[in-house]
């Protein structure tokens, strides 16, 4: 992807991916291994994640920690995208939340449709672009009766586009260490299991929708052998607010 310059070459602000700060590393090299002792997590597949190139790691998401279960699991450096309001907080939680968000690597996007879903899916392939293996939830959001949502084909444009490879990740137990609405986490025995890596290129170009429909469907049925879940065969997304939402969604071809 052509990074857009200004008049002096350089990388414009919207072009720079914020990179892992020394928060990451010591969580990688000091409280993972000190997790690991306490929750004794049961890890597979880490042979599974290629050492070098394009990597897109794609979780079912279940908790709040998935997205430190991930990366202190990982054989390679991840990032990932975080909801903005965790950058944009006010007073001592927010510099605190703002700080620890930035330092283990995350990129703040606005959750939406139409230009913002776009604009996430830009910044996921910058990340892709440096080099770190990047984790995404293909469901959009964390599921709360545990059963596996339909992917959103955000993830299969991803693929198509950059050529990544896919490692489905299966997370199994996290609902249970954190629970929605629980502030602190319990010790629960959780596995992480990392598939073997999908090449969905076959399919056809990112700009069919057929195509990434088929690469998005095949991503969840990896995850879906990995984990067990029940499928919810819908997507999963809030109750539209009113008429005109409702309408929306059901014009709607395809969901990123």
Not at 18 to 40: D, E, K, M, T, W
Not at 109 to 120: D, F, I, N
Not at 169 to 188: E, F, S
Not at 240 to 246: I, Y
Request: glycine letters at 10%.
């Amino acid at each position: 992807m052509n990074q857009r310059t200004p008049d002096d070459g350089q990388p414009t602000a919207d072009d720079v991916v914020p990179r892992p700060g020394l928060l990451y590393f010591v969580g990688r090299h000091v409280v993972a291994p000190l997790l690991r002792l306490i929750y004794r997590p049961k890890v597979i597949g880490t042979r599974n994640v290629p050492k070098h190139g394009k990597i897109i790691l794609a979780s079912n998401h279940l908790s709040f920690i998935d997205s430190l279960v991930i990366p202190m699991t990982a054989p390679r450096r991840v990032q990932f995208l975080a909801k903005s309001h965790y950058f944009e907080g006010t007073g001592a939680k927010g510099a605190v939340s703002r700080a620890f968000f930035t330092a283990i690597g995350a990129v703040g996007v606005k959750r939406g449709a139409g230009q913002a879903a776009q604009e996430a899916l830009e910044q996921s392939r910058r990340i892709i672009d440096t080099g770190a293996a990047f984790a995404v939830y293909p469901e959009g959001t964390r599921s709360l009766d545990g059963r596996l949502y339909k992917g959103r084909t955000g993830i299969g444009w991803l693929a198509l586009t950059t050529g990544a490879k896919v490692v489905p990740v299966g997370l199994i137990g996290t609902a249970d260490v954190q629970p929605v609405g629980a502030k602190l986490p319990r010790v629960r025995p959780i596995t992480i299991a990392f598939g073997e890596p999908i090449d969905v290129a076959h399919y056809g170009p990112a700009d069919s929708g057929r195509a990434r429909r088929q690469a998005t469907d095949e991503i969840m049925a990896a995850i879906h052998a990995l984990t067990g879940q029940e499928l919810a065969g819908i997507y999963n997304e809030s109750p539209p607010a009113n008429t005109v939402e409702r309408v929306k969604r059901a014009l709607r071809p395809e969901r990123l």
